[in-house]
């Protein structure tokens, strides 16, 4: 039995004209007519493109032409003609049920991927940079953070300065990852804050400095409470918390751009915040925790700590005058965890000291 289709477009593949044309099958043979010629294939050669439900059926022949067949009843019939069967995949997307497996599935997957995956190959990678890594790009975020004029030099006077430089040996681990440089600089935008660079580069803002101030006078109350904003930096610097969040950053850029291509911004902008509170909170905990340490080292109350990070908190208002990327990575009062939060650690770490005393 022979099947015609009147209503076909072929192309020869050489151009993009289209030849309206006739289609027979029949005897084992596909047929096109079309005005100044007629061809013939075996449907044994003929393929057939996966057809969707309002889509043209799309025949590719053996000399590189193709013919397609408008959807319809007589689409239906060629198909039926050809033999053709859905395949388990088409089958499987045509039941709800199973598509949205499929969908939560994929979505489990990148999910894991994201949160735990990115994490665990971001930390091998972190692992086996050099410390080179470290140095070049310290130096490079502080001469970016100078060229765009956040950090200016201090206002203090050398006397001063004399006095915040002597902290340093406070601070200073035993055997530290690199040389530690405490820099005092004066920024308005960023306020009372202190910075942690990768290359061992610690900065200090003239306001911080200020904010412990008692009466323009550095007491050994203000000393202390910069040895603990200090030994956080130095802990983020220890922890090499800056070349991990780079090497994560800079996973999570390449997994949304394989994904979403061009609109990777947009699509992974919420997971990619969502991943940094995680990270970032790690971070801010363990950074915490080194300056517990170097506090108790030099026999000084966690105390102090938890009365900077108060006055901070009060001094900034929770977000501060930061910029937004800053908050999230380098900021002193990152919102990365709660500084609530933080607080009640150091309470419960403080309550500890004083029934050891006792």
């Not at 009147?6 to 005897?27: E, I, K, T």
């Not at 055997?175 to 580069?201: E, I, Q």
């Not at 102090?304 to 009060?314: C, F, S």
Request: charge should be negative; aromatic fraction near 6%; glycine fraction near 6%.
């Amino acid at each position: 039995m022979t099947m015609a289709i009147n209503d076909a477009s072929f192309f020869d593949g050489r151009s993009a004209h289209l030849h309206p044309a006739q289609l027979s099958v029949g005897a084992g043979t596909l047929t096109v007519t079309a005005a100044t010629f007629q061809r013939s294939y075996p449907l044994a050669e003929v393929a057939l493109s996966e057809p969707f439900a309002a889509a043209p059926a799309v025949l590719r022949l053996q000399d590189g032409a193709s013919c397609e067949v408008p959807a319809g009843s007589t689409r239906d019939a060629l198909l039926d003609a050809l033999g053709y069967r859905k395949s388990p995949v088409v089958r499987w997307q045509e039941r709800w049920p199973a598509a949205l497996f499929a969908l939560v599935l994929l979505v489990s997957l990148l999910a894991l991927a994201w949160f735990r995956g990115i994490p665990f190959i971001a930390e091998r990678i972190a692992e086996r940079l050099p410390p080179s890594v470290d140095v070049s790009l310290g130096q490079a975020t502080l001469a970016s953070l100078e060229k765009q004029g956040l950090l200016t030099p201090s206002r203090f006077s050398d006397e001063r300065l004399a006095e915040i430089q002597a902290l340093l040996p406070a601070i200073t681990p035993p055997k530290g990852r690199m040389p530690l440089r405490l820099l005092v600089r004066n920024s308005p935008r960023l306020g009372p804050n202190a910075l942690a660079l990768s290359d061992g580069t610690i900065v200090v803002t003239d306001a911080l400095v200020r904010m412990v101030q008692d009466k323009n006078e550095l007491t050994d109350q203000g000393k202390a409470q910069l040895i603990a904003v200090l030994g956080h930096e130095v802990g983020h610097v220890e922890h090499r918390h800056v070349v991990r969040v780079m090497a994560r950053s800079s996973l999570g850029a390449a997994l949304s751009a394989t994904l979403f291509g061009d609109f990777s911004a947009v699509a992974a902008g919420l997971p990619a915040v969502l991943s940094q509170m995680e990270y970032s909170r790690e971070m801010e905990l363990d950074a915490d925790a080194y300056a517990v340490q170097v506090l108790q080292r030099r026999h000084l109350s966690v105390g102090h700590m938890i009365d900077v990070l108060t006055e901070l908190e009060a001094a900034q208002g929770g977000e501060g005058k930061m910029p937004r990327w800053m908050r999230q990575s380098l900021g002193y009062l990152s919102t990365h965890p709660d500084t609530d939060e933080r607080i009640e650690r150091l309470e419960a770490i403080s309550q500890e000291e004083e029934n050891a005393e006792d």
